[in-house]
């Protein structure tokens, strides 16, 4: 029972975990240098809180939409917020009753 319980508590940690930022999940990729595009990757794998990673997000969103606006384009609205699954689970806090 408990290793059932490990396990579905496993899977269930990987289905939320981040998701590969690519040219179909990631709002202004084709503005971005190759190098950015690296570093950014990284960046959003590495992060560990919500808060910092929506503070990045936004900051990303913000110079993506400056730079085609600059070009004359309007970007799609993003489809996934890739900080989701850093949002604490409710009733998965410690002190949680």
């Known amino acids: 029972m ?10 269930a940690a990987h289905a939320r975990g981040p998701v590969r930022a690519s040219e179909g999940n990631t709002r202004g990729w084709q503005l971005m240098t190759p190098e950015e595009r690296i570093e950014h990757q990284a960046k959003t794998r590495g ?11 936004v900051g990303h969103h913000q110079l993506m939409e400056e730079r085609a606006r600059q070009r004359g384009m309007v970007l799609p609205q993003g489809r996934r917020d890739i900080c989701e699954h850093l949002r604490p689970v409710a009733g998965s806090h410690p002190l949680a009753d």
């Open 2 to 11: 408990i290793i059932t319980s490990l396990l579905f508590v496993a899977a």
């Open 47 to 57: 992060f560990t809180t919500y808060e910092v990673c929506r503070s990045y997000q």
